[in-house]
């Protein structure tokens, strides 16, 4: 809210579904091959050749769906979408208009806004209504760089055409650009998830479009509506809304009017731009696609579909914080990707120790992943071992700091922790006796200290500790130490 100006913005969503093939024809959906290899009649829009509905596609989107709290329809019609486009042979697309696949979907996502530093400032459960969830074919696409002669001509490459998509509409739900930016990692974080999508806005399978106005807070009208194009990546999809709400705020405060129009956000300029006036739905003269039959799907279709699911990633952060008593930034990084959930989980088994483990892995690990360009699921530390590490710790058998070592050399190696406790004669030293030993000669070698200490200089404690620990070369357990010096000062 700027101003007495509130932001409404509508979100739409576009999620490739992984499959192999695409959703009317047998092609592959591999990303990289030869230009126009992964081509048939169906995808090139021959005439006469007829699209026929791939089962996995229509699994996956129901797994989209269920997902993100829709509803599914056990009846859904196909329809055309009439354009032209160089890239869509066809004339039109093949998506869904009146009845689509899915719709009336309420889905709970956590939000915050952000400090000046970017820090979140307090997380909140929100609830977003999502409109509809359909099923349609992708495009193919056009090429204006990279060729010899592109100076001349534009190329087409149709091995897109035809891939299943999802496309995901809200309601305008968001008042505020990170509430869409939060939306659009839970959505990425879900669909990636239960399977559905990889969801990399990188690869551009993951695409998002915002509709965003203003209106003075109090108006019960919205305001003209301006569709925001080429956001590809998420924080792009922020600077993109926050400009545009600026430059909107800008033109009505100014008294001048806006237009119902499609933008383009420009990253290196750092503003949206004009492509074309807005299309409404009746110019795409929709009309039911003759050549597929209904897309009817059974209660226990969708039943199934729902038992194969795995745990949400949301309900599994409440889970995480309710059993293992972690805090709401523990446990949704736990929960950021689902084989870094299934890894902490691992490693509790193993290690009996809920929060330690989650220390262990939020800090040490992860910094190593990082580095390595590796996730969770390619670790090579199993969890079975970073639990087994924390249980080292736990027992008193090696320090923290040893620990931390260990653990650098298990990633590097691949050893097991007791292999390189033995190898490095990693021993932690918890024997009283031995400790008491060594705390005598350090007493006996620094008489000026310990009399300052019993003349009430109590800050000599310190001192002594790090002496005892330099003289036990690190070994020595420091909560043993400080029991057994105290005990001695008295
Ligand atoms: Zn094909």
């Keep these: 809210m700027t101003n007495g100006w509130e932001t409404i913005i509508g979100l739409e969503i576009h999620a490739q579904l992984s499959t192999e093939s695409k959703i009317f024809c047998g092609c592959s959906t591999r990303f990289g091959d030869e230009p126009n290899s992964n081509t048939c009649p169906v995808c090139l829009g021959l005439p006469g050749a007829l699209p026929v509905l791939n089962r996995r596609a229509v699994e996956l989107g129901a797994r989209a769906a269920l997902s993100l709290g829709l509803q599914i329809n056990n009846k859904s019609i196909f329809s055309r979408k009439n354009y032209f486009y160089p890239d869509l042979p066809k004339g039109y697309q093949i998506s869904q208009f009146d009845k689509p696949f899915s719709a009336n979907g309420e889905l709970e996502i956590m939000t915050a806004e952000r400090d000046q530093a970017g820090h979140p400032v307090e997380w909140l459960p929100k609830t977003v209504a999502i409109t509809r969830l359909h099923l349609e074919e992708d495009a193919g696409k056009n090429v204006h760089e990279g060729l010899p002669d592109i100076d001349r001509y534009s190329y087409i490459d149709l091995n897109r055409a035809g891939t299943p998509l999802a496309e995901i509409v809200t309601e305008p739900d968001f008042r505020t650009a990170w509430e869409a930016y939060d939306y659009v990692n839970h959505v990425r974080r879900t669909l990636q998830w239960v399977g559905a999508s990889e969801a990399d806005m990188e690869k551009g399978n993951l695409r998002c479009e915002a509709n965003v106005s203003v209106r003075k807070v109090g108006d019960e009208k919205f305001g003209t509506k301006v569709e925001l194009k080429n956001l590809n990546s998420v924080r792009f999809m922020h600077r993109a809304i926050e400009f545009e709400v600026a430059r909107q705020i800008g033109v009505l405060e100014a008294g001048g009017s806006l237009h119902q129009e499609t933008r383009l956000w420009d990253e290196r300029a750092g503003e949206t731009r004009v492509m074309r006036s807005k299309e409404e739905a009746h110019d795409y003269r929709y009309f039911p696609e003759p050549d597929l039959p209904p897309l009817v799907v059974s209660d226990e ?190």
């Excluded at 009996?352 to 992860?366: D, F, V, Y």
């Excluded at 190898?423 to 006796?433: F, N, P, R």
């Design 301 to 490: 279709f969708v039943e199934q579909v729902r038992k194969e699911m795995p745990e949400l990633p949301e309900a599994r952060r409440r889970r995480f914080m309710d059993q293992y008593g972690l805090s709401y930034s523990d446990s949704a990084q736990l929960t950021s990707e689902r084989s870094l959930a299934d890894y902490y989980e691992a490693a509790v088994e193993a290690s009996g120790n809920p929060r330690t483990a989650a220390n262990w892995i939020r800090s040490e690990l992860l910094r190593e992943l990082e580095s390595a360009g590796l996730y969770a699921g390619s670790s090579p530390i199993p969890a079975a071992e970073l639990g087994a590490l924390v249980k080292s710790i736990d027992e008193g058998k090696i320090s923290g700091k040893q620990a931390k070592d260990v653990l650098v050399e298990m990633f590097r190696t691949g050893k097991s922790a007791a292999e390189i406790i033995e190898e490095q004669g990693l021993v932690q030293l918890s024997d009283s006796g031995e400790i008491e030993k060594i705390i005598d000669e350090v007493l006996a070698a620094s008489p000026g200290q310990l009399e300052s200490y019993r003349a009430g200089k109590e800050s000599l404690f310190g001192f002594f500790v790090g002496q005892v620990m330099k003289a036990s070369k690190g070994k020595a357990n420091p909560k043993v130490v400080n029991e057994t010096l105290k005990a001695k000062l008295g």
